[in-house]
């Protein structure tokens, strides 16, 4: 195995790389299938992050974390907002962002540093194939985050909290890949429920508001209390 380590290691930084390129892509695109696909990208990217760890540093049950992520993320929970929540949503061509998109970038471009920064004050990860997993996954939480804070509606807001969980995931793996699997798979699990509940809640205030954008409905919120 310690032959194929270098392999490993260049297989694990490309998948490093395509999960820093999908977080840019989820915050730059201004359509929800794109938003969706970018998604779908970045936890493949994790799950192949995972399988790499797993055989290079000899940990069989990140095996079974890698395949039910697969199911879940890029299978399951975009069939549960495609089948809660209205076509409407998917078809509109743009979504609402408070900055631009070469502002969002810039931005972008800040916090990736800043994760970088950051990584060094962490723990190291446990083996050095891991170690280009601690920045960018922190990259990846910070940029989720920012993703969230921009969007003006529930689902994008949702997949920017889902872009938050594949960072902390990427990161979480190279520092601590021999946690209890109960442990590994509870992430997974919460993710799905709240697709779920966040899709079956968008689509009722979608069909008796007219809107899932949070401002508009922070505003009916107001108006009614007066």
């Not at 380590?5 to 694990?12: E, T």
């Not at 979480?172 to 079956?200: H, K, S």
């Not at 689509?203 to 809107?211: A, F, K, L």
Request: overall charge positive; glycine content about 8%.
């Amino acid at each position: 195995m310690a032959n194929f380590a270098p392999v490993l290691a260049s297989l694990n930084g490309l998948a490093a790389g395509a999960f820093l390129m999908s977080a840019f892509g989820l915050l730059a695109t201004r359509q929800m299938q794109g938003c969706l696909r970018f998604y779908k990208l970045q936890s493949l990217t994790v799950i192949a992050s995972i399988v790499l760890i797993a055989i290079g540093m000899h940990v069989p049950d990140l095996l079974a974390v890698a395949l039910l992520d697969f199911a879940i993320k890029p299978l399951l929970i975009p069939w549960l907002l495609r089948r809660y929540v209205r076509e409407e949503i998917f078809r509109r061509r743009e979504i609402d962002q408070v900055l631009n998109i070469p502002g969002s970038l810039l931005v972008a471009l800040v916090l990736t540093l800043i994760a970088y920064f950051l990584a060094g004050l962490l723990p190291p990860a446990s083996d050095a194939m891991g170690n280009i997993n601690v920045p960018i996954g922190l990259a990846g939480l910070l940029l989720g985050a920012f993703t969230l804070a921009v969007r003006r509606e529930a689902v994008p807001q949702l997949i920017g909290i889902f872009g938050i969980e594949n960072g902390s995931l990427f990161a979480g793996i190279a520092i601590a890949p021999r946690l209890p699997l109960v442990a590994e798979m509870a992430f997974p699990f919460d993710m799905l429920i709240v697709a779920l509940v966040i899709g079956i809640l968008t689509r009722i205030t979608h069909e008796r508001v007219g809107t899932t954008e949070v401002g508009a409905l922070r505003s009916l919120r107001e108006e009614a209390a007066k």
